[in-house]
């Protein structure tokens, strides 16, 4: 067994894209590590705070009142800087300076990267919370705001499609995601979507057009497109235009949610996540494994090295696909 480096002092910090249910981690965090007699410190907006010494201790009070506010109380920044050698070095100088000898980390994937980095040059164990709407990080059935983010898409999309069906028109809606389609998968499903476009499936963009034709001929004029950002064929304004050209008298409209997907109140699934993973992950600190990020699969904790986060994506289940294009027939 590897002996675990003692801990006494607690950095957090957010980095890359904010998510609901990240507020709910960092009080998670805050209060596991007071109730275990450590100090905990925020470090504000990122690996950006860390290199520019933004460094406050925290407390029990800090963290009160946030467990339901969309955003974070730290702020989140992507840093450039610490992406070179020289940058992550001031920034373990300025943990220094606190005494602060661990670090959790709230993010994505290039967050983790990050991390792994850092914690391999400077022998400071880091543990890693997913946090991030595009639920695109292997190793864990849940990041922090997916749900959320999830819900917002579906809630604006019923929106759309009662002004739709009153006019009979066909809506593409376009999601975030970055390059994974699960929030546009999910949402279309939920909606009943007649097509999902996503990029883990290869999008045949005249398939879609032929589809579409087949309806109007039985007059089925409403219809509805979701479409992830990062579709290998576009995003909505893509789609809409070739589906212009080849349907030019279509009556279609084009909305995409954007950034209205990251905000809000964070659903009690994001609540509860956020709530676990931070508990454990001073659990982790305090009694191994170290330089990991904590996943949740099968209801069941899952730990998985932040070298490995960094190297795998999120694979969309082939039953999906298929429950997709029979309930949208
Ligand atoms: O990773 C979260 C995310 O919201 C993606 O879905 C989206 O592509 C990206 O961040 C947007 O980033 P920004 O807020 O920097 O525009």
């Known amino acids: 067994m590897p002996t675990i480096k003692k801990i006494k002092k607690i950095g957090i910090l957010c980095s890359g894209g904010d998510s609901p249910g990240m507020?709910?981690?960092?009080?998670?965090?805050v209060r596991t590590a007071i109730y275990n007699n450590f100090q905990v410190f925020a470090i504000m907006r990122g690996y950006t705070g860390m290199i520019e010494n933004d460094i406050v201790e925290l407390n029990s009070r800090s963290v009160a009142n946030i467990i339901q506010r969309g955003g974070t109380i730290l702020k989140t920044a992507r840093s450039k800087d610490f992406l070179t050698k020289a940058g992550r070095k001031i920034a373990y100088e300025n943990l220094k300076k606190h005494g602060i000898d661990s670090l959790i980390i709230l993010g994505g994937d290039g967050s983790f990267r990050g991390a792994e980095a850092f914690s391999r040059e400077f022998d400071i164990p880091c543990i890693g919370l997913p946090g991030t709407i595009d639920k695109d990080i292997a190793g864990t059935d849940f990041t922090i705001g997916f749900d959320t983010a999830v819900n917002t898409a579906v809630q604006c999309i019923d929106k759309i499609r009662d002004t739709?069906?009153?006019?009979?028109?066909?809506?593409?809606?376009?999601?975030m995601g970055r390059d994974a389609g699960y929030i546009a998968l999910h949402s279309g499903i939920a909606t009943g979507a007649e097509n999902i476009l996503i990029p883990e499936a290869k999008t045949n963009i005249d398939d879609v057009v032929k589809s579409l034709l087949e309806k109007e001929k039985r007059k089925k004029l409403v219809n509805l497109i979701v479409v992830a950002e990062g579709d290998d064929f576009g995003g909505a304004l893509e789609v809409e235009k070739y589906i212009l050209k080849k349907m030019p008298t279509a009556e279609v409209r084009v909305c995409i949610l954007g950034h209205i997907q990251r905000g809000g109140s964070p659903t009690c699934l994001d609540r509860l996540i956020a709530s676990r993973m931070g508990y454990h992950a001073v659990e982790c600190l305090m009694k191994g494994p170290h330089n990991v990020f904590v996943g949740i699969m099968n209801n069941k904790m899952n730990y998985i090295p932040l070298k490995d986060a960094v190297k795998n994506k999120q694979k969309i289940d082939k039953d999906w696909l298929k429950i997709v294009k029979i309930l949208s027939s």
């Open 164 to 175: 739709m069906e009153s006019h009979d028109r066909l809506f593409i809606i376009e999601v």
């Open 23 to 29: 507020n709910a981690a960092i009080r998670a965090v």
